[in-house]
Every structure is written in structure tokens, then in C-alpha cells.
């Protein structure tokens, strides 16, 4: 027993495995992957995934645009201000120096969260770092929730899709309201409650700065009187899949 304390204490590899990601420590920021941020590192931006390619992730603090900064490369000048969510989405201060020909460049301060930034390519890194297959991180977030080919993979592995029959239950908020299903038309908390839709389309994917993804959904409904109907909503599926607001296979 004291031998394997001893071996616990003395090898560097298995200290450094227990150390809680992400952190920051030594002015060097380690993601959720073990991906490592430092002084001097040459990084690059991606694209902003808002409308018309504004940044989501990266608020640019130094009046330079999404636009005139997107698909450049950098340096990183400093670190500060480190900082994890309650979700544990890392954010971190950086002052970075992009070049811009005849040998110069202008200083950028920007403000990241960090893993969702890499998670979405605002902030490009080796593809080993992109939260695919990495050991240091659990199944619900390597399995992004994500919206391909008119369809959307949940955390769970259940898929959304167009012609699919869906169950509902019921609100989880006050007095039975709906918290993670925001109904736009055709139809009321009492009357989704319980019911069936059957999915005609879904657009306007998602994912907002706590890592919440949600997609709105076209569908027929059945009512629980036998009557049906048209409606939209806006679903916060992950969420609402979570507290049974969305009924699914186990």
C-alpha cells in the first residue's frame, strides 16, 4: 500500500491525470481536452458561427469585426482572467498580435469561452484536440449535440428527424408549464401535455453561450381528444429529454 502511494505521488504522469480540466496554472490554460494555451503559442481563428459569420464564442473587446479577424493566424501576448462556469465551460482574457504584412500587426483583446470556441472551429487547434475520441472527457461530451442532414442527434443518441411520432409529457416548471419547450403557435401547455407530434420540419438549430442546444420543430399534433392540429415550438431538447418534458426509448 505505501509502495502505490509512493509510485501515486512520484510519477508524473499519473499526478498530472488527476489534475481537474479545464484549469489554468503556470500562465498555461489546459482545455477540456488537455489541449494547452500558452505565451507565444501561434493559434488561428476560424469562422464566427453566427449570422453572416460573427463570432459566438469570442467577444472581441478592441473594435476589430468577426470579419476582419476570421481565418487569421495569431500569437497569444497574455493570459488572464480565467474562469469556470457553473456548466464547466472554461473562459479565459486574451491579448493576442495578428499580422498584417511588411512585418506588422495590431494587438486584439478578446474574451473566450475557450472549449466551446474549439468545440465550434471559432478557435482552430489540431484535430486530436477537438473533443473527438479524447479519454479525458465523458461519452455526453464527445457526443456533441449536433443538427446533419435534416436530422438532430441528442446527447442521449436519440435522433430528431422529419416524419418522426413523438411523445410528450408533461411541463416541469410552475404549475406544470412547459420550461424547456417555448410554444410559439397552435397550441397550449394543457393541450401538448401528454400528446403526440409528428415532426414536418426543423430549422433554426442552435446552441446558445451555456452550451444549450435547441432546434424549433414544425409537427402535427395530436390532441388527447381525438382532434388534430398544426403547431410550432422551439425545443431545448437535451434539456427537456432530461425532465421527461420529451418522452424517449431508455
Known amino acids: 500500500m505505501i509502495r502505490l502511494l509512493i509510485l501515486f505521488l512520484f510519477n508524473p504522469l499519473i499526478s498530472s491525470a488527476q489534475k481537474p480540466l479545464p484549469r489554468f496554472e503556470n500562465d498555461t490554460l489546459y482545455t477540456t481536452t488537455g489541449f494547452r494555451i500558452y505565451k507565444g503559442q501561434a493559434l488561428e481563428f476560424g469562422k464566427g458561427i453566427r449570422k453572416e459569420g460573427f463570432f459566438k464564442y469570442i467577444n472581441v473587446k478592441s473594435g476589430h469585426s468577426s470579419s476582419s479577424l476570421s481565418g487569421r493566424k495569431f500569437t497569444v501576448r497574455l493570459l488572464k482572467n480565467f474562469g469556470v462556469s457553473q456548466l464547466n465551460n472554461s473562459y479565459v482574457e486574451m491579448v493576442c498580435s495578428v499580422p498584417y504584412g511588411n512585418k506588422k ?146
Open 105 to 250: 500587426s495590431f494587438g486584439v483583446l478578446m474574451h473566450i469561452a475557450i472549449d466551446s470556441a474549439i468545440r465550434f472551429t471559432e478557435l482552430i487547434v489540431p484535430v486530436e484536440d477537438r473533443f473527438l475520441d479524447d479519454p479525458l472527457i465523458s461519452v455526453s461530451q464527445k457526443n456533441i449535440p449536433r443538427f446533419e442532414n435534416d436530422t438532430v442527434y441528442t446527447l442521449s443518441g436519440f435522433k430528431i428527424c422529419n416524419g418522426q411520432v413523438i411523445k410528450m409529457g408533461n411541463g416541469s416548471g410552475k404549475k406544470a408549464v412547459f420550461k424547456h419547450i417555448a410554444i410559439e403557435e397552435g397550441a397550449t401547455n394543457a393541450s401538448l401535455a401528454n400528446s403526440s407530434i409528428t415532426v414536418k420540419e426543423l430549422c433554426c438549430f442552435s446552441v446558445n453561450e451555456f452550451n444549450v442546444a435547441s432546434v424549433k420543430i414544425f409537427a402535427g399534433i395530436s390532441f388527447k381528444d381525438g382532434t388534430h392540429g398544426v403547431m410550432k415550438m422551439r425545443l431545448a431538447f437535451d434539456n427537456a429529454i432530461a425532465v421527461t418534458e420529451l418522452i424517449v426509448p431508455d
